[in-house]
């Protein structure tokens, strides 16, 4: 049995009281008196960039004539023109800087840096600072300071994989990834990942017991390709298709004149 409700006037009927009131997502989101960062604030000036890796030091008796080897890729490599190496050699005092050629069917290329050990590191880390915080950074909100410890670099290493795996193990787990390369016999890319002071350890620890012995020459390393020969020739028509394609359009054309012509009739 339901028992009806008695009939309430307006009048006399309470107001319901309003919720506690709750800030909107955009109150949440802005503060009084606080300024949102401006891109141009999270990338420090290439001049403190040099200015703080030029004071790192490799001990005299171990900074010896080496070279180290950085892989990139093709839009990467466009950023270093002739003036961006002269810079480096002029800053840095390396003497050469080298880049391997195109491949059709790859887009790696690999940047070889001459001079003393300490000279190449530095160069290396510096290459890692452009990379990724002018031509990577395309969202231009993540910080690359200093002291920031989200650079990467890609080196070439050439080692056993033995001797990679006890490498690897003397590092942090987020501080190192490797693979072989290209499938190159002992040889592998190291990844490295860190603030400039780490990462410059990095380096010293690895090539301080590590050099390039086959791969000094970059002929000597093989780039797979990307696509291979048989796709790559996919990519554009043959003669004979190209053939086969016109007589099909002339096939149609010529079916639907003819069927246009008996439609007039």
Do not use: W
Not at 12 to 21: E, F, Y
Not at 42 to 68: F, I, M, R
């Amino acid at each position: 049995m339901f028992l009806k409700s008695r009939p309430t006037s307006r009048l006399t009927r309470k107001r319901r009281q309003d919720s506690p009131s709750t800030s909107t997502a955009s109150e949440l989101l802005v503060f009084e008196d606080s300024d949102l960062p401006q891109p141009s604030n999270l990338v420090v000036e290439p001049a403190k960039v040099k200015q703080y890796l030029q004071k790192l030091q490799v001990p005299e008796d171990q900074n010896v004539a080496s070279c180290t080897k950085i892989v990139m890729c093709d839009s990467e490599i466009d950023y270093f023109n002739s003036d961006i190496q002269e810079e480096l050699q002029r800053d840095f005092g390396i003497s050469s800087f080298s880049i391997s050629d195109k491949s059709p069917l790859n887009v790696d290329r690999i940047v070889t840096v001459y001079g003393t050990l300490q000279q190449t590191l530095i160069v290396a880390i510096y290459l890692a600072y452009l990379l990724n915080s002018k031509l990577n950074n395309f969202v231009e909100v993540e910080p690359f300071t200093l002291k920031s410890h989200n650079y990467h670099l890609d080196v070439l290493v050439e080692a056993t994989p033995l001797e990679m795996d006890n490498l690897a193990a003397r590092f942090p787990a987020q501080a190192i990834d490797y693979s072989n390369y290209n499938l190159n016999r002992n040889l592998h890319t190291a990844t490295l990942s860190g603030d400039f002071l780490s990462l410059f350890n990095s380096l010293v620890y690895i090539f301080l017991r590590f050099s390039y012995h086959v791969y000094n020459v970059d002929a000597n390393i093989k780039l797979l390709d990307v696509i291979s020969v048989h796709e790559g020739d996919k990519l554009g028509n043959t003669d004979d298709e190209k053939q086969k394609k016109s007589e099909n359009q002339n096939r149609v054309l010529s079916f639907i004149y003819s069927q246009s012509y008996l439609l007039s009739k």
